[in-house]
């Protein structure tokens, strides 16, 4: 399951189907369908936890991965599930979103493989064929994996697979998969007995970053700091609530979502769990020092100033 990290310009016409909600409730957009990176969501909304704080939140699948932080950005959304380095790319080109809470921790994005490939270390990618879907940030990042094995980008054949990473891997069209959540596509390849490995980024150069964040635009937090504030909240007691009764935090997932492949959601939510926000405080210098990696690396155009980034709502 590829989580798409890039951001596109709006367009109308996306837009012209959502509609305002009325006073008291709130659209939040996930980041893809639903799934176990989701349970606590799931787990506040069906827990009464949105409800306690006075929340009325609607859960919304995208039917394109690029409009929830464009939904938000357009004032269409009031929250959306999204990613560190989205809000960076957004904010550099002049869209007024911002992290206000956390949802999972550090990355899931991997370089992933199959474990019959022989690849063993960053060094093995040397003639490998390696797929990606999004070019500006996934090669970037490729890069620096590749550099810290002292290699170059030349050394390996990149493939555009256009997020089709799992048949990809498993049809022999690639040797490797740029942006690989190890808590899905590996568990998938587990479940189907076809062991999977994978370099963690933050392992080979990529600075540590938020993987899931909420987020929002600045206009309605000018005027529903609350709100926001109280949202933040309930997500992070769904995410307490997981934790301290994971089983039945599943069940009302599964009670939401009937169509999930269950065998495969409560493998990932396994391997999800310790992941998932221990609070909701975001690091200013975890921010910034992400802004300066994307405009070294070619990721932006422009410096982004770290405070923009990120809103703290929470004591």
């Not at 957009?29 to 989701?38: K, Q, S």
């Not at 990606?132 to 590749?146: D, M, N, P």
């Not at 493998?267 to 998932?276: D, E, G, I, M, N």
């Amino acid at each position: 399951m590829k989580r798409l990290l890039c951001v596109c310009v709006l367009f109308p016409a996306l837009l012209a189907g959502s509609t305002a909600l009325g006073a008291g409730k709130h659209r939040l957009i996930l980041d893809w369908f639903p799934n176990a990176d989701h349970v606590p969501l799931y787990v506040a909304r069906e827990a009464g936890l949105f409800a306690k704080h006075g929340l009325d939140v609607d859960l919304v699948a995208p039917a394109d991965p690029n409009a929830p932080l464009k939904l938000v950005a357009a004032g269409q959304a009031d929250f959306a599930i999204n990613y560190q380095p989205n809000v960076i790319i957004a904010r550099s080109e002049g869209l007024a979103v911002k992290s206000i809470g956390l949802l999972v921790d550090h990355p899931l994005s991997s370089l992933a493989f199959l474990q019959r490939s022989g690849i063993k270390t960053p060094a093995d990618l040397k003639g490998k064929r390696i797929g990606y879907s999004v070019e500006t940030l996934e090669l970037a990042l490729l890069k620096v994996i590749l550099e810290n094995a002292g290699l170059k980008l030349g050394d390996c054949t990149t493939v555009n697979v256009n997020f089709n990473l799992t048949s990809a891997l498993l049809s022999g069209q690639v040797d490797g998969v740029m942006g690989a959540f190890w808590n899905y596509e590996l568990a998938e390849l587990e479940i189907e007995k076809v062991p999977g490995a994978y370099f963690a980024m933050e392992k080979y150069g990529v600075p540590d970053y938020y993987e899931l964040i909420v987020i929002s635009n600045d206009a309605f937090l000018n005027k529903n700091a609350d709100a926001a504030r109280r949202l933040v909240t309930a997500i992070q007691e769904g995410i307490d609530l997981s934790r301290k009764e994971p089983e039945r935090a599943l069940s009302l997932y599964f009670k939401a979502n009937p169509e999930v492949r269950k065998d495969l959601d409560r493998r990932a939510f396994q391997l999800t769990l310790p992941q998932f926000a221990h609070a909701q405080s975001q690091r200013p210098e975890q921010w910034a020092a992400w802004a300066k990696f994307a405009k070294a690396r070619g990721i932006v155009a422009t410096d982004v100033a770290g405070d923009s980034l990120f809103m703290n709502l929470t004591r």
